[in-house]
C-alpha cells in the first residue's frame, strides 16, 4: 500500500547541484528522509525531516545539503549543493509510518565527476 516514487537522480560534475524528489502515498509519514549506499559501503543517513520540521543531518553533508517535505502531498526534496565525487552513490527514499513501520524507495543513481 505505502509506494514511494523518487526522481531527480543523474550525472553532475564536482561543485554542482542537483535536486532530488519522493512522493510518498498510502500513508501519513512521521519521518521522511534520504539515505544512500556506495559501492562496497554500507547504507548510511543523509538526511531526515519529521511533520513538524525537525531534521537531521549527517556531519559529512552538513552546511551543503537540505531536506524539506510537502506534508499535504507526502512529498519529501533533498536539495544537494557543493557536490563531491564521495557524494556518489545511490540514493534511496525512507519513510516511517505509524500504521505501516518502515519503507524504502527502489533507489536513484546520483554520480558526481571529478
Known amino acids: 500500500q505505502v509506494h514511494l516514487v523518487e526522481s531527480g537522480g543523474g550525472l553532475v560534475q564536482a561543485g554542482g547541484s542537483l535536486r532530488l524528489s519522493c512522493a510518498a502515498s498510502?500513508?501519513?509519514?512521521?519521518?521522511l528522509g534520504w539515505y544512500r549506499q556506495a559501492p562496497g559501503k554500507q547504507r548510511e543517513l543523509v538526511a531526515t525531516?519529521?511533520?513538524?520540521?525537525?531534521?537531521n543531518f549527517a556531519d559529512s553533508v552538513k552546511g551543503r545539503f537540505a531536506i524539506s517535505r510537502d506534508n499535504a502531498k507526502n512529498t519529501v526534496f533533498l536539495q544537494m549543493n557543493s557536490l563531491k565525487p564521495e557524494d556518489t552513490a545511490v540514493y534511496y527514499c525512507?519513510?516511517?509510518?505509524?500504521?505501516?513501520?518502515?519503507?524504502w524507495g527502489q533507489g536513484t543513481q546520483v554520480t558526481v565527476s571529478s
Open positions: 525531516i519529521t511533520r513538524g520540521g525537525s531534521t
Open positions: 525512507y519513510s516511517v509510518s505509524p500504521v505501516y513501520g518502515s519503507y
Open positions: 498510502g500513508g501519513i509519514f512521521s519521518t
